[in-house]
């Protein structure tokens, strides 16, 4: 490992603890000045949604599908998909999906290197940075919308004078196993999905994982941690990250929740992103099955 690949990795480590609270980061870095605005915004126009897919075909599908059944009339949606050229079904996916059209939905999907993808902050602050939209969401591919999503959240987004924003309750499944039908049916239904006997209802205290919407303004002038050269790095594998801790500290706010109806989280086993064979992967599946059975008491 070379001196500059150590000095990466002690920033990470240490800013996991600046994050914290130790410090604000405008002694820093250029960050916003409030985390409210003085002027409230008005109602939105246009919504960006990133996601992210490696080995998440089966997954990514049912978000793609979920915003086609209930593509809003009023609101422009980009929905920005990050992938690489390298994962070939969710190439084959992506193709059959932007041959089609909608009036309300702009299909932008970007290929990156592999190692690039794994980082998301990196793909993130790309899309900040290069966002045309009131506002921009990001997300993972497994979450979906339903019915009421993009109604609901354009009313709370209408006059709100926080920078970032995230939907307080969503719905969440068990924790699937790779067998489950729901994985694996050839229809999807996000409605279906939503009123499923295995969905709780899940509150988000802070804007974290694939909850987090932010400003368009603020996301073009700050990016998603560009500032932070630790987390614009690529990775040779998916690694657990705190690069949303870190976006929550450079705003100076955890975010404010706001009701979105209809948004749900599909839980499972598997993780794409990992080798399924490697003795790492059954630990993982292991302890979520476990944490999924304590929280379910």
Known sequence: MSVRQHWFKLQEF??????????????????????????????PDTIEIVSHCWNYSHLLRYQLQSLIDNAPSDLQITHTVFY????????????????GSSETIEWNFIALPTEDLLRRAIGRNMAAKNTRADWIWFTDCDLIFGAETFSSLKEALTGQDSILVFPGTVSRTS????????????????????NRDCVKQHTFEKATGPVQIV??????????????????????RWVKTYEDRTFRWLLGTHGQAVEVDDVGIIRHVEKGRYNKSSSLSKLRKANRRLKDKLLAR
């Open 175 to 194: 924790l699937l196993s790779q067998q489950d039908e729901m994985l694996h049916g050839d229809k999807f239904s996000a409605e279906d999905c939503l």
């Open 14 to 43: 240490l800013l996991r603890f600046a994050a914290s609270g130790l410090f604000p980061a405008r002694w820093i870095y250029n960050v916003p000045a409030q985390p409210a605005l003085e002027q409230p915004t008005g109602r």
């Open 84 to 99: 690489s050229d390298q994962d070939k079904e969710t190439v084959a996916l992506l193709r059959s999906v932007e041959s």
């Open 215 to 236: 400003r368009g303004d603020i996301a073009r002038e700050y990016g998603y941690c560009e500032q932070l050269d630790c987390y614009q790095q690529p990775k040779e």
